[in-house]
C-alpha cells in the first residue's frame, strides 16, 4: 500500500525568507514522488518529480525538493518566497512496485506575507 | 499551452438526480482520470480510463458512477443519483501515458459539485 503525510495544514512565511512544505511517504517498494500546486479556481499544475537519480530535484518557478529515502520524505522547498507562491501544495506518491495510479496528500496551505 | 478544461466550473443539484461533468482533456494524451477532494480533505482517486476503458477505479467509484468517451475530445463523469456526500470538487486530469507511471498528471480546473 502507498500513502502521503502532508503534517501541516498551514504553513506561513515572510517574503523573501526560505520555506518549506513537508512531504513523508510510505511504500512497500521504491517510490516515484510528485508536487503539484494549486492556486485558487486553477487545477493542480505540476512543479517537479522524483523517479530516480539526483536526490535534490529542481522544478517549476524556482523550486525544489529533496528525496531523503531514510527518512521517507519529499519536502519541497524554494530559497526565497515570494506572495505570488501562496497557493496550495500537494505531494503525491506512487509505489513502483503497485498501482501506477498516485496518491495524493491532503494538501498545505502556503501563505506567503509581503 | 494546453490545458485540461472542465465545465461546469459549479453544479448545484437536488438530491436523487442525476450530474455529467464535463472534461476536454489534453489532445495527445491518452490516459484520462477522475478525482474529487471533499472540502478540507485529500485528493482521491475515482478511476482512470485508456483505450475507451476503465482500466482501475477506487472503492469510491461504485455503480453510481461511470465514465465515457463519448467522441474524440471529450470524457464525461456521470453520477446517476446523486447522495449529499458527493458534494466535492471533481477534477478531471490526463496523461500522456500511465502504465509506467512516472508521467505528471494534467488537471482541470474542477468542477465544485454541490448537492442539496
Known amino acids: 500500500a502507498q500513502s502521503v503525510a502532508q503534517p501541516e495544514d498551514q504553513v506561513n512565511v515572510a517574503e523573501g525568507n526560505p520555506l518549506t512544505v513537508k512531504c513523508t511517504y510510505s511504500v512497500s517498494g521504491n517510490p516515484y514522488l510528485f508536487w503539484y500546486v494549486q492556486y485558487p479556481n486553477r487545477g493542480l499544475q505540476f512543479l517537479l518529480k522524483y523517479i530516480t537519480g539526483d536526490n535534490l530535484v529542481k522544478g517549476s518557478y524556482g523550486f525544489e525538493a529533496e528525496f531523503n529515502k531514510s527518512q521517507t520524505s519529499f519536502h519541497l522547498k524554494k530559497p526565497s518566497a515570494l506572495v505570488s507562491d501562496s497557493a496550495l501544495y500537494f505531494c503525491?506518491?506512487?509505489?513502483?512496485?503497485?498501482?501506477?495510479?498516485?496518491?495524493f496528500g491532503r494538501g498545505t496551505s502556503l501563505i506567503v506575507h509581503p | 499551452e494546453p490545458e485540461v478544461t472542465q465545465t461546469p466550473s459549479h453544479q448545484v443539484t437536488q438530491m436523487g438526480q442525476e450530474v455529467i461533468l464535463r472534461c476536454v482533456p489534453i489532445s495527445n494524451h491518452l490516459y484520462f482520470y477522475w478525482y474529487r477532494q471533499i472540502l478540507g480533505q485529500k485528493v482521491e482517486f475515482l478511476v482512470s480510463?485508456?483505450?475507451?476503458?476503465?482500466?482501475?477505479k477506487s472503492e469510491i467509484f461504485d455503480d453510481q458512477f461511470s465514465v465515457e468517451r463519448p467522441d474524440g475530445s471529450n470524457f464525461t463523469l456521470k453520477i446517476r443519483s446523486t447522495k449529499l456526500e458527493d458534494s466535492a470538487m471533481y477534477f478531471c486530469?490526463?496523461?500522456?501515458?500511465?502504465?509506467?507511471?512516472?508521467?505528471?498528471?494534467?488537471f482541470g480546473p474542477g468542477t465544485r459539485l454541490t448537492v442539496l
Open positions: 480510463f485508456y483505450n475507451n476503458e476503465i482500466s482501475e
Open positions: 486530469a490526463s496523461s500522456v501515458q500511465g502504465t509506467s507511471g512516472n508521467n505528471e498528471q494534467f
Open positions: 503525491a506518491v506512487r509505489d513502483t512496485g503497485g498501482s501506477y495510479i498516485p496518491t
